[in-house]
């Protein structure tokens, strides 16, 4: 497992993160109908190669790159493959393996993840392709109802499960168990938050143990410990930062090399803010980071706008906010350099 634990350092290297790019085409739509541009296979490529030709933040801020199926494998406008433009800039591809959240039968309120079946040789294809890492998203969504003990532990083996077969593919897991924040009715406490995030932090930790999931060799993904985005109470970054570290401290080992933080329907400020401080706190087991898509795409997303005129424009907007994430893994983000730009 020497290989997957010094793949997983670097995606978690001091001053770098990982970049989500792997929206499916619906959570693209949902992206691009914030400019009003139609969704097609070209939209898509020129999109993701503003960004992935954003040389300075690639090579400086960015470590890996989660892909969908069809990025991994796609070319640009120029016929350069994405994967040669990883190469120029050393960052390490990745791939969403799931297929979806689909609803659980039995319950209510809660889903399982699938796409167990098949996915061994689908690693082993992805592995010749050059993916050093790959992603499984489990969600928990907090209602009356849920999470329930089953939702969790079905939640937590499927990952398991999935990051056992990735360790066997020579591929780095990143293991995504999301507490949901923006999902329905979204109105929790931070206080639930923490109490369910330790629950499914245990669970999961429980199924990799018995799975023989080398914990060197993974990452984790989790949600940060704030209340739902439709909850009436606030609470500051440090009661963010203070609830989320102290969580993770209970329920991860410090074998894992590192944990590269969701946004979670966070703004980017809130996001990167939080993040710093909990670096700030300091004495960590784990090099903390981030694996952000919307805070780190939406500021570029906007200024972007479809238009080819736009893209130097568009790549400074996400080289800023590459910079400021990576400042933020740093313990060493301040707002004001926010305002500044």
């Not at 993974?218 to 940060?224: D, Q």
């Not at 809130?270 to 090099?287: D, F, I, K, R, V």
Request: hydrophobic fraction near 40%; aromatic fraction near 6%; include cysteine.
């Amino acid at each position: 497992m020497a290989s997957l634990n010094a793949i997983a350092k670097k995606l978690v290297a001091s001053g770098k993160g990982i970049l989500a790019a792997d929206e499916s085409e619906g959570t693209i739509a949902k992206r691009f109908a914030l400019i009003g541009l139609p969704v097609t296979l070209e939209t898509r490529r020129d999109y993701r190669e503003m960004l992935f030709r954003s040389t300075d933040a690639m090579r400086d801020y960015i470590s890996g790159v989660i892909l969908t199926e069809e990025t991994l494998e796609q070319k640009a406008k120029d016929g350069t493959t994405f994967r040669q433009l990883f190469e120029e800039t050393d960052v390490i591809p990745g791939i969403k393996v799931d297929r979806g959240a689909l609803p659980m039968p039995g319950s209510k309120d809660e889903k399982i993840t699938e796409g167990l079946d098949g996915l061994r040789q689908r690693l082993a294809h992805y592995a010749k392709l050059g993916a050093g890492f790959a992603k499984w998203r489990g969600v928990i969504a907090i209602t009356s109802y849920a999470p329930s003990r089953n939702g969790i532990r079905a939640n937590a083996h499927a990952l398991a499960r999935y990051a056992m077969y990735c360790q066997e593919a020579g591929i780095v897991p990143v293991v995504e168990p999301e507490v949901l924040a923006d999902g329905e009715p979204g109105d929790h406490s931070i206080q639930r938050c923490e109490e369910v995030t330790g629950e499914t932090l245990e669970a999961v930790f429980k199924e990799l143990r018995l799975a023989g999931v080398d914990l060197a060799g993974m990452l984790l993904k989790p949600n940060m410990v704030t209340p739902g985005l439709r909850s009436r109470e606030r609470a500051s970054v440090e009661e963010v930062a203070k609830r989320t570290v102290e969580t993770l401290r209970h329920f991860v080992p410090a074998a894992v090399p590192g944990i590269a933080f969701l946004s979670g329907g966070q703004s980017d400020e809130e996001a990167t803010a939080h993040l710093s401080a909990m670096n700030q706190l300091g004495g960590l087991p784990w090099a903390l980071t981030f694996s952000y898509g919307r805070a780190l795409q939406t500021s570029a997303l906007v200024t972007w706008n479809g238009e080819e005129a736009n893209v130097p424009a568009a790549q400074k907007a996400f080289t800023h906010r590459a910079r400021m994430n990576a400042l933020a893994s740093l313990g060493q983000y301040k707002p004001e350099l926010d305002l500044a730009a």
